[in-house]
């Protein structure tokens, strides 16, 4: 899968996701920290990875369905690590057994939401 991770994930995210066999790349890492959510959609729409980040619900702003899916992580205020690593194996276990293309995932403690937008949006 090929993911891009927002600049809330860094190095340890990363390499949770390559270490399952992705292709994972950072914010940081491309120099785009601090552009615009837009932007940051652009480019992951442009080279069809899915987004993982903290926000960007908003299917009417963000659609999926236009970038290779986009995975929020919902977690209480200032969360731990281990709780960031726990939700981001949670998200893979659940993405080996079904695809997040085009699709919006909300992963959190006690559950997984996925949304998929009608076939006509897409």
Known sequence: MR??????????TRSILQDAGHD?????????????DHRLY????????????????DVTRFPPAKAGGIVV??????????????LVHSFLRLAGKMSV???????????VRVHQTDAEEQ
Do not use: H, M
């Open 3 to 12: 993911l891009k991770l927002d600049e809330n994930f860094g190095a340890r």
């Open 24 to 36: 994972a790349q950072t914010v940081r890492d491309e120099s785009l920290e601090g552009v615009s």
């Open 42 to 57: 652009e480019v992951c729409c442009s080279e069809q990875r899915c987004l993982i980040t903290l926000d960007f619900a």
């Open 73 to 86: 992580i919902r977690v209480p205020r200032n969360p731990s690590l281990s709780l960031l690593a726990e």
């Open 101 to 111: 293309e085009k699709k919006l995932w909300i992963v959190e403690v006690d559950r």
